[in-house]
């Protein structure tokens, strides 16, 4: 028994081996790649008229702005910021029908998850550990991602995190320039580039490689619009913004959601000036007006908690020639990477829409995280990247199978998605905890 036990361990040894080696390849990673995306694009043509509503909405404002007859922002108000119309633009200029135009999209998500997913394998020891749990989390969040502006945006936020935390000094100007692009699509990368600029050095770092290159962007941004006559319709996403209700889906929602258990006068209605539900009532629409000032007061607090933070890790955490202390987006990698996430998480939770694929905003950060942590660190990313994979799963069992459940009331679901809120505040909490373990860092005998 002994001697056989002895023989199978070395050959299950290099079977497991061989099975890892195959599994970090280029060739197992795009393998994985492939099956991922293969899967979500099936479950898209499911569950099509949910997961393409945006994007048929997408392409009738784009084909009405081609044929003439006007375009969002700079012929009337919109909900989206006025970068959105960059990608929403781009599939309408070589498709002419609207099936052409669904896959064209689903094409450029694909093609941007490639680019990212090639330069997080770039990245030696654990850049292929990242790989793998970004896909996974593409997995268990469900198709929403492929047909929605998040699929863009996730991408993009990841490989603005690369260049941000990989070369520190050398590349963080195009971390800001990509996420100062992004926030224009889509709010979320605004959270790397506040991040970045509270971890800098110097001031004269703030300004060079922050300040400058996301007002340089902006402005082209900006004056584009104005010269295709939007006026103040540039910036008037903000204004949009505040007119809007409590979204089902989002956190601050979650108490309303409830007490429907209880409560049959609490309501859900349909918003058809922005296509969305929304809860009904004097109380939803006072937490609602609330929610615009707490996530104010909420971005301000974590920019602190990361500016005082990076401040107690340049001064006592590195030893003397780390490079990463002479240069860089900001002190240390690991204060970047919490911030961020913490970040985009009050982005969510004090946000008062919330629809599934905002989840899909976690991903770039833990898969970062995997990649780039330092090694004294690691290990409380442990909790966020479960939670996070939690928040997705959860996500996906509401969206797009058991929407209409959710909406009608159905126990099951309502659990699920109180669940998947609270799971976000977790990972909010999480953030604020570490950055305040952070700032308390004493300095070295």
């Known amino acids: 028994m002994n001697s056989r036990q002895g023989t199978n361990t070395p050959a299950a040894t290099r079977a497991l081996a061989r099975i890892r080696q195959a599994a970090t390849s280029l060739g197992g990673l795009t393998v994985g790649f492939v099956a991922v995306h293969l899967w979500a694009v099936l479950r898209a043509e499911r569950w099509s008229g949910a997961i393409f509503g945006d994007v048929d909405l997408y392409e009738w404002w784009v084909r009405h702005g081609l044929a003439g ?3 969002p922002v700079l012929d009337y108000p919109w909900v989206y910021p006025v970068g959105a119309l ?7 200029l070589f498709t002419s029908t609207t099936r052409s135009y669904q896959i064209a999209w689903m094409g450029m998500v694909a093609a941007l998850n490639a680019v990212a997913l090639w330069m997080l394998a770039r990245q030696k020891r654990r850049g292929a550990g990242a790989c793998w749990w970004w896909l996974g989390f593409l997995a268990l969040l469900g198709p929403i991602w492929i047909g929605r502006l998040d699929g863009i945006i996730a991408p993009l936020m990841l490989i603005a995190l690369i260049h941000g935390v990989r070369q520190p000094g050398k590349t963080v100007w195009l971390a800001v320039t990509l996420a100062t692009l992004g926030a ?7 959270a790397i580039v506040i991040a970045i600029a509270v971890c800098s050095r110097r001031l004269r770092d703030a300004l060079a490689r922050v300040v400058l290159p996301g007002i340089l962007v902006s402005a082209i941004v900006v004056n584009l619009a104005l010269a295709g006559g ?3 319709r540039a910036w008037g996403v903000f204004g949009q913004q505040g007119v809007r209700g409590l979204q089902v889906e989002s956190v601050a929602a979650t108490w309303f959601s409830l007490a429907r258990l209880w409560n049959p006068s609490v309501a859900f209605g349909y918003n058809r000036m922005i296509f969305t539900f929304e809860v009904q009532g004097d109380q939803a629409q006072t937490v609602a007006g609330a929610l615009d000032s707490l996530l104010l007061a909420a971005i301000a607090t974590i920019a602190l908690l990361t500016w005082v933070a990076a401040r107690r890790q340049l001064k006592f955490s590195l030893p003397d020639g780390d490079s990463r202390a002479a240069e860089g987006a900001g002190g240390t990698v690991d204060v970047l990477l919490v911030g961020t996430i913490t970040l985009t998480a009050a982005l969510i939770v004090f946000n008062k829409v919330g629809s599934p694929q905002f989840q899909a905003w976690f991903g770039p950060c833990v898969a970062a995280a995997i990649a780039f942590a330092t090694p004294e660190t690691r290990r409380w990313w442990r909790l966020p990247g479960v939670l996070v994979l939690v928040i997705a799963l959860l996500t996906g069992a509401i969206f797009p199978e058991d929407y209409g459940p959710f909406l009608d009331g159905t126990l099951r679901m309502i659990v699920i998605a109180a669940a998947r809120n609270l799971a976000v505040v977790a990972l909010m909490a999480w953030g604020v905890w570490r950055l305040v373990c952070l ?3 004493r300095e070295r005998p």
């Open 86 to 92: 960059a990608p929403m633009t781009l599939p309408g």
């Open 439 to 441: 700032c308390r860092v």
């Open 184 to 190: 224009w699509i889509k709010i979320a990368p605004g």
């Open 69 to 71: 007859g006007g375009w």
């Open 230 to 232: 939007a006026g103040s």
